[in-house]
C-alpha cells in the first residue's frame, strides 16, 4: 500500500512500466499530500525518480497524471468484501469509502471540478468500482436477505453517498461511525423491499 492509501497497481516487466507505475504511485502520494492545487509534474518527477521531460511527455500534465491514477479502477483486482451478511458487506465497503477519502479521493473530487478530464476518469473509477460492488447486493438476494429485484446499484450507492456529500458539499470529516450508521439504514431500508 503506499502512501495514498491505495494499493499499487501490478507491475509488469520493462521500464515503461515500471516508469508507469512509479509515476503513478508519486502522483497518488502527491495528491494524498498536497491536493489537486498542489500537484505539480516537478513534484511528482522527483519523487518517482522519472526525469519530468519524460513525464511530460509521457502524461502531458498535471491533467494526465489525474486521469492516468484514476484507470487504477480498470487494472486492479479490488473485490468488495464478503462478511457472509448484507450488513457486514456494506458497512466495510462504507469504511474503505472512509479511509479513502483520508487519503487522496478528495483530491480526486477537486480535480474533477476542475478539469473535464479527471471529470470524466473519476466518473469511470467509481462507475466501476459500484459495477463491481454490486456482488454484494446479489448474494444477499441468492442469501434471502432481500428481496429479488433489489437495484443492487442503487444499494451501493446509497451505502456511500453521504460520505461524498458530508465531505465534499459539507465540509465535514467522513468516520468510521458515519460509514456504520450509513451501511445500517440502507442494509434495514434494502430489507423492507425501499430498492426492489
Known amino acids: 500500500m503506499n502512501a495514498s492509501g491505495v494499493q499499487p497497481s501490478s507491475r509488469p516487466g520493462g521500464r515503461t512500466a515500471r516508469n508507469r507505475a512509479a509515476v503513478r504511485d ?6 494524498a499530500e498536497h491536493g489537486y492545487a498542489g500537484l505539480t509534474v516537478e513534484a511528482v518527477a522527483t519523487r518517482s525518480g522519472v526525469h519530468k521531460t519524460t513525464v511530460y511527455r509521457r502524461w502531458g500534465g498535471v491533467d494526465g497524471l489525474v486521469v492516468d491514477a484514476l484507470a487504477l479502477a480498470d487494472e486492479d483486482d479490488w473485490a468488495p468484501p464478503d462478511t457472509g451478511s448484507l450488513d457486514g458487506d456494506l458497512r466495510e465497503l462504507a469504511r474503505e469509502v472512509v479511509r479513502t477519502f483520508a487519503a487522496a479521493q478528495t483530491a480526486f473530487v477537486a480535480a474533477a471540478f476542475q478539469s473535464e478530464r479527471a471529470a ?5 473509477f ?3 468500482r459500484h ?3 454490486e456482488e454484494v447486493v446479489t448474494r444477499a438476494v441468492a442469501r434471502g436477505e432481500v428481496p429479488a429485484g433489489t437495484d ?7 451505502a456511500v453517498a453521504p460520505f461524498f456529500f458530508r465531505v465534499v458539499i459539507a465540509g465535514e470529516l467522513a468516520t468510521t461511525e458515519l460509514a456504520d450508521q450509513s451501511a445500517a439504514a440502507v442494509a434495514h431500508a434494502a430489507r423492507a423491499g425501499i430498492y426492489a
Open 131 to 133: 459495477r463491481r460492488a
Open 152 to 158: 443492487a446499484g442503487a444499494v451501493v450507492k446509497a
Open 120 to 124: 470524466a476518469a473519476l466518473h469511470a
Open 126 to 128: 467509481y462507475a466501476e
Open 26 to 31: 508519486a502522483t497518488l502520494a502527491e495528491l
